[in-house]
């Protein structure tokens, strides 16, 4: 089985500070790692995945992430938070090759001016 | 430029009246799923078309159904809607069925039940 943990559910941040969204996963093999964000009352926007190769990934807007196969985790991370990134963040993840994607609980990220 | 479209945004129907959302998509993905979003928890998977194959998620209520006509457009029929049906509705689409492939999600469309 697999599944994935954001085990914040808000992160607070002020504007010009890094932003790191922590997400760790389980699956059995290799994983397929994912990032969206959701801005309210809209659909997912996908930021940046990770499949094979360079342990750092970079995404849109700004996001980069890293997965650390020992630590099971794939943290987001942002060099400096704007006001606009405030939003609801998903990690998640597809096992094998033909998995079902599975949505981390979200993490609510605020951004203070 | 919009790629996946759902139609209408705001849906209210009352209790026990069949709704029909709609979703299009201009990607010439092969796969297009529909998930169930609740006040801002994960998205749940209710079925997904890899072409014209339906798959359907072991827990999804007998009460959805979908329907693909042609590669760009998908249907969700919720046909007795409850209280409880009440959510976002997501559809989204993905090149292939193969993990490596992301999803693209459409805006959504928020489903009242009166």
């Known amino acids: 089985a697999q599944s994935v943990a954001q085990p914040e559910d808000q992160v607070n941040v002020a504007e010009g500070n890094p932003l790191t969204v922590k997400c760790t996963y389980s699956?059995?093999?290799?994983?397929?790692l994912f990032w969206y964000v959701q801005y309210p009352n809209r659909g997912l926007q996908f930021l940046l995945k990770y499949i094979t190769g360079d342990n750092l990934v970079k995404g849109s807007y700004g996001f980069e992430a890293e997965f650390n196969k020992s630590q099971t985790s794939f943290h987001l991370k942002k060099p400096s938070a704007l006001v606009s990134d405030s939003a609801l963040y998903f990690c998640a993840v597809r096992a094998n090759s033909w998995g079902k994607l599975q949505f981390g609980a979200g993490t609510q990220v605020v951004v203070t001016p | 430029d919009a790629m996946v479209i759902q139609n209408p945004r705001y849906q209210v129907t009352q209790f026990g009246k069949p709704v029909t959302l709609s979703c299009s998509q201009t990607l010439n993905h092969n796969v297009m799923y529909w998930y169930q979003q609740k006040s801002s928890q994960a998205p749940k998977l209710l079925f997904h078309?890899?072409?014209?194959?339906?798959?359907n998620e072991a827990d999804t209520p007998d009460n959805f159904q979908s329907r693909r006509p042609n590669t760009s457009f998908c249907f969700l029929d919720i046909r007795s809607p409850g209280l409880g049906d009440a959510a976002m509705y997501l559809c989204?689409?993905?090149?292939?069925?193969?993990?490596?492939?992301?999803?693209?999600f459409g805006p959504g469309t928020r489903l009242t039940v009166t």
């Open positions: 699956v059995s093999g290799n994983p397929y």
């Open positions: 989204a689409t993905s090149r292939e069925k193969q993990s490596s492939y992301e999803q693209y």
């Open positions: 078309y890899y072409d014209k194959d339906f798959n």
